[in-house]
């Protein structure tokens, strides 16, 4: 059995004894692999999380150099322990794994006490989840370690330790332990001198309690921090704290906690008190961490990561908010690069993280614009009967909420910038990202919105797709991805479906699986039929003009056909052949290669031949 320490010193303990997780290098490669402990993690995630983005020369031999030393200390340390139990580095296709159960790593039982804190109902049980999560904590994150991945990591592990204190402060005072919970307060003021929720929870235990006085100095204390340090001044919530104080008023931004059946109005959730007899006053926060699981074996897109990380940095430097746009053709990854991007840059939206499918579901159609305002508003806190019907309101509530917070707001699958538009970000630091199919050119006209155009991948990073997944199965074969990445179209959606399929029918080598897939019938039933199914029926998304030109589109020569070739067999003039071309380029359905001849997918050409007429 081996337990793991990250929050605090890196300590190590393997069966009954403890074990030096050797020199700092070290210690941070050990670290990188453990953060994703049980997982496969990639050789060039782990050069960037060792050196960050511009690794000095010989950094890949010295990596291995160091893993060689960790599988060696751990052979050594679990020796006595059950082949079962013991831990070890494994080789997979594309990178490395470390065999320690998760929830032997203290960082994960911290998040996974958090989460079973938050499905509580009763305060009893989320509090003790929430004590025994901040047991965990012996010091600094990674203590001794440096670089930029080793402070994302810190700095979120922070992030969720503030949070969790916070919502123990408001737990722990209402049942009658208010000294004991602002002398842990008081204690945590050095840790975090900016940190406004914790001044808050000072202040409105001080003022609730009788201590008026010692709150007002709680303020001008960070005041005087956000002053001399970042040159700034408290945020609405705290300033309205304050007035509140000084005119002698009920603190705002409580809920009001009561024993009664049904609960009292107050300004959110209701809940049972402590002692069972009285009510309570208990600070809410909510911090959203929606985010879908990151994509298994995802590989590639470093340049396309560069550019967001980019993006994002400016307007953090820069002080205000962003909307980026991903969008390209069905199939291409949008919806993965968004998330995994999103898991990258979690540390840098404390806030939280919330994720909206507006495709809706095929019953209902797309979301609105209003709905998905609604489902943003709940996702950062709003109680259902408090989010506006009018659409220019809760636009304008969202805002607001946003402006006091780093948040990232990932919509994915838009079908209109009428279902954006109205989540706008407006002051402060968040990030509102969007995938799309259509190019979306309103959102990167009128409203600012930075997009990034997404193209089927290139050969390395197709080869290195197919190596990645062909990795956990038996006899992955030595045959490079190529010929496989090639019937797939170099398309991801195309290539994880096609190597589950030939899978499934026995299939195990890379070559195996591309003589498979060159089966005509194969291609249309299996990868055509995918694409087809991404694609969802086009009635009411293209006019039947634009639906009938797109189908003639999918009869013409592979290799690529013009305007005017198109509106011959099409039957119309060549103008109107411009515009419906035009409109399809946009929706990503067809691009133009060189100069304006025009090309489709060969699997959406498939996909697009399946469709009903109109």
């Given at each position: 059995?081996?337990?793991?320490?990250?929050?605090?010193?890196?300590?190590?303990?393997?069966?009954?004894?403890?074990?030096?997780?050797?020199?700092?290098?070290?210690?941070?490669?050990?670290?990188?692999?453990?953060?994703?402990?049980?997982?496969?993690?990639?050789?060039?995630?782990?050069?960037?999380?060792?050196?960050?983005?511009?690794?000095?020369?010989g950094?890949?031999?010295?990596?291995?150099?160091?893993?060689?030393?960790?599988?060696?200390?751990?052979?050594?340390?679990?020796?006595?322990?059950?082949?079962?139990?013991?831990?070890?580095?494994?080789?997979?296709?594309?990178?490395?794994?470390?065999?320690?159960?998760?929830?032997?790593?203290?960082?994960?039982?911290?998040?996974?006490?958090?989460?079973?804190?938050?499905d509580?109902?009763?305060?009893?049980?989320?509090?003790?989840?929430?004590?025994?999560?901040?047991?965990?904590w012996?010091?600094?994150?990674?203590?001794?370690?440096?670089?930029?991945?080793v402070?994302?990591?810190?700095?979120?592990?922070?992030?969720?330790?503030?949070?969790?204190?916070?919502?123990?402060?408001?737990?722990?005072?209402?049942?009658?332990?208010?000294?004991?919970?602002l002398v842990?307060?008081?204690?945590?003021?050095?840790?975090?001198?900016?940190?406004?929720?914790?001044?808050?929870a000072?202040?409105?235990?001080?003022?609730?309690?009788?201590?008026?006085?010692e709150?007002?100095?709680?303020?001008?204390?960070?005041?005087?921090?956000?002053?001399?340090?970042?040159?700034?001044?408290?945020?609405?919530?705290?300033?309205?704290?304050?007035?509140?104080?000084?005119?002698?008023?009920?603190?705002?931004?409580?809920?009001?906690?009561?024993?009664?059946?049904?609960?009292?109005?107050?300004?959110?959730?209701?809940?049972?008190?402590l002692?069972?007899?009285?009510?309570?006053?208990?600070?809410?926060?909510?911090?959203?961490?929606?985010?879908?699981?990151?994509?298994?074996?995802?590989?590639?897109?470093?340049?396309?990561?560069?550019?967001l990380?980019?993006?994002?940095?400016?307007?953090?430097?820069?002080?205000?908010?962003?909307?980026?746009?991903?969008?390209?053709?069905?199939?291409?990854?949008?919806?993965?690069?968004?998330?995994?991007?999103?898991?990258?840059v979690?540390?840098?939206?404390?806030?939280?993280?919330?994720?909206?499918?507006?495709?809706?579901?095929?019953?209902?159609?797309?979301?609105?614009?209003?709905?998905?305002?609604?489902?943003?508003?709940?996702?950062?806190?709003?109680?259902?009967?408090?989010?506006?019907?009018?659409?220019?309101?809760?636009?304008?509530?969202?805002?607001?909420?946003?402006?006091?917070?780093?948040?990232?707001?990932?919509?994915?699958?838009?079908?209109?910038?009428?279902?954006?538009?109205?989540?706008?970000?407006?002051?402060?630091?968040?990030?509102?990202l969007?995938?799309?199919?259509?190019?979306?050119?309103?959102?990167?006209?009128?409203?600012?919105?930075?997009?990034?155009?997404?193209?089927v991948?290139?050969?390395?990073?197709?080869?290195?797709?197919?190596?990645?997944?062909?990795?956990?199965?038996?006899d992955?074969?030595?045959?490079?991805?190529?010929?496989?990445?090639?019937?797939?179209?170099?398309?991801?959606?195309?290539?994880?479906?096609?190597?589950?399929?030939?899978?499934?029918?026995?299939?195990?080598?890379?070559?195996?699986?591309?003589?498979?897939?060159?089966?005509?019938?194969?291609?249309?039933?299996?990868?055509?039929?995918?694409?087809?199914?991404?694609?969802?029926?086009?009635?009411?998304?293209?006019?039947?003009?634009?639906?009938?030109?797109?189908?003639?589109?999918?009869?013409?020569?592979?290799?690529?056909?013009?305007?005017?070739?198109?509106?011959?067999?099409?039957?119309?003039p060549?103008?109107?052949?411009?515009?419906?071309?035009?409109?399809?380029?946009?929706?990503?359905?067809?691009?133009?290669?060189?100069?304006?001849?025009?090309?489709?997918?060969?699997?959406?050409?498939?996909?697009?031949?399946?469709?009903?007429?109109?």
């Amino acid at each position: 059995m081996i337990d793991v320490h990250l929050l605090g010193e890196m300590r190590l303990r393997v069966g009954r004894q403890w074990v030096d997780p050797g020199p700092r290098q070290q210690r941070t490669v050990l670290a990188a692999l453990l953060v994703d402990a049980g997982c496969p993690v990639p050789v060039e995630v782990l050069v960037t999380r060792v050196w960050g983005d511009e690794a000095p020369q010989g950094s890949r031999k010295v990596l291995h150099v160091q893993l060689s030393r960790i599988r060696r200390l751990l052979q050594e340390a679990g020796a006595e322990l059950p082949p079962a139990q013991a831990p070890s580095v494994d080789r997979l296709a594309g990178g490395y794994r470390i065999t320690v159960p998760a929830e032997r790593v203290d960082l994960f039982r911290f998040r996974a006490l958090l989460a079973q804190a938050q499905d509580q109902y009763e305060l009893t049980g989320r509090r003790r989840a929430l004590e025994e999560a901040l047991r965990l904590w012996t010091g600094t994150p990674l203590t001794g370690l440096t670089g930029r991945w080793v402070e994302r990591v810190r700095a979120r592990a922070r992030q969720e330790r503030l949070e969790a204190v916070v919502q123990w402060a408001g737990i722990a005072a209402g049942g009658g332990g208010a000294e004991e919970t602002l002398v842990r307060l008081a204690g945590l003021e050095e840790e975090y001198p900016l940190a406004e929720p914790l001044a808050a929870a000072r202040m409105r235990l001080l003022a609730t309690h009788g201590r008026p006085a010692e709150a007002l100095e709680c303020f001008a204390r960070l005041r005087r921090c956000l002053v001399e340090q970042l040159g700034t001044q408290p945020g609405p919530e705290l300033l309205d704290l304050h007035t509140a104080i000084l005119r002698g008023e009920p603190v705002p931004g409580t809920v009001l906690v009561t024993s009664r059946a049904g609960g009292e109005a107050g300004t959110g959730a209701t809940d049972r008190s402590l002692d069972g007899n009285r009510a309570m006053e208990c600070p809410v926060a909510r911090t959203p961490a929606q985010l879908p699981g990151d994509v298994r074996a995802f590989t590639g897109r470093e340049r396309e990561l560069r550019v967001l990380d980019g993006w994002a940095e400016e307007a953090r430097v820069a002080g205000r908010s962003l909307l980026l746009a991903v969008v390209g053709m069905v199939g291409v990854g949008k919806t993965a690069l968004a998330v995994h991007w999103g898991h990258r840059v979690t540390a840098d939206y404390p806030g939280g993280q919330v994720y909206v499918d507006l495709r809706g579901d095929p019953a209902g159609g797309p979301l609105s614009g209003s709905a998905v305002v609604a489902a943003v508003l709940r996702a950062v806190g709003v109680p259902g009967e408090s989010i506006p019907a009018d659409l220019t309101a809760g636009s304008g509530l969202l805002r607001s909420l946003l402006a006091e917070r780093r948040v990232l707001v990932v919509l994915d699958g838009a079908t209109c910038v009428d279902q954006v538009r109205p989540l706008r970000p407006g002051a402060g630091g968040s990030v509102v990202l969007v995938t799309a199919r259509d190019a979306l050119p309103g959102l990167v006209i009128r409203d600012g919105a930075r997009r990034l155009e997404l193209d089927v991948l290139p050969d390395d990073e197709a080869d290195e797709l197919v190596r990645a997944l062909l990795g956990g199965r038996p006899d992955p074969g030595a045959v490079a991805g190529g010929p496989l990445a090639r019937c797939c179209g170099h398309l991801p959606l195309a290539v994880r479906l096609g190597i589950e399929y030939a899978h499934a029918q026995g299939y195990c080598s890379a070559d195996e699986i591309a003589a498979a897939l060159e089966c005509p019938d194969v291609r249309r039933d299996v990868l055509g039929a995918a694409v087809a199914a991404r694609l969802g029926p086009l009635h009411g998304v293209l006019e039947p003009e634009t639906h009938r030109c797109l189908r003639v589109a999918a009869t013409l020569p592979e290799s690529g056909w013009s305007t005017d070739e198109l509106a011959v067999v099409a039957g119309i003039p060549s103008r109107r052949a411009r515009e419906l071309l035009d409109t399809l380029i946009t929706g990503q359905f067809l691009r133009r290669a060189r100069g304006e001849t025009c090309v489709m997918h060969p699997l959406l050409r498939l996909a697009v031949a399946a469709l009903e007429p109109v």
